[in-house]
């Protein structure tokens, strides 16, 4: 019997690459947001919230960030009644809002990046652009 299995890990590196290029990314889009990447075990391990974002954005976006993470899909794809549910089940800590995306490396779930202050779309447009360059940089790349 196995009592224990080998797992990848999120490093504070790759927090902040992902962090890094979110920030580019909404400076480009100019959209001033909250960004929060979590490990898969929902551990904050970086975050920023830009000027000019919205205070409350501080929660979605790590609401969101949370939820890719536990779930290992992209936020914002249950129907509307079930999200509901899910957040009342969780008492908030899981969300349905556009924007947080699961951070999957060599088929592993080590984390998930949320993304809070545009609209939705945006939003999610920019925690694309930090997969892009997460999953560039682990193919060997680089993080631009």
């Given at each position: 019997?196995?009592?224990?299995?080998?797992?990848?890990?999120?490093?504070?590196?790759?927090?902040?690459?992902?962090?890094?290029?979110?920030?580019?990314?909404?400076?480009?889009?100019?959209?001033?947001?909250?960004?929060?990447?979590?490990?898969?075990?929902?551990?904050?391990?970086?975050?920023?919230r830009m000027?000019?974002?919205?205070?409350?954005?501080?929660?979605?976006?790590?609401?969101?960030?949370?939820?890719?993470?536990?779930?290992?899909?992209?936020?914002?794809?249950?129907?509307?009644?079930?999200?509901?549910?899910?957040?009342?089940?969780?008492?908030?800590?899981?969300?349905?809002?556009?924007?947080?995306?699961?951070?999957?490396?060599?088929?592993?779930?080590?984390?998930?990046?949320?993304?809070?202050?545009?609209?939705?779309?945006?939003?999610l447009e920019?925690?694309?652009?930090?997969i892009a360059?997460?999953?560039?940089?682990?193919?060997?790349?680089?993080?631009?």
């Amino acid at each position: 019997m196995t009592l224990v299995r080998p797992a990848f890990k999120l490093t504070h590196r790759g927090a902040m690459l992902l962090l890094d290029a979110a920030i580019d990314a909404a400076e480009a889009m100019g959209v001033p947001q909250c960004i929060a990447v979590v490990d898969e075990g929902c551990n904050l391990l970086s975050f920023v919230r830009m000027d000019g974002s919205r205070v409350l954005s501080i929660e979605s976006a790590t609401r969101k960030a949370m939820t890719a993470a536990t779930t290992g899909q992209p936020t914002g794809g249950i129907a509307a009644d079930k999200a509901l549910l899910l957040a009342e089940a969780t008492s908030g800590r899981m969300t349905n809002l556009l924007g947080g995306l699961p951070l999957i490396a060599d088929g592993h779930i080590v984390g998930g990046i949320g993304v809070g202050s545009g609209t939705g779309e945006q939003d999610l447009e920019i925690a694309k652009a930090a997969i892009a360059a997460f999953e560039r940089s682990l193919r060997g790349g680089t993080s631009a």
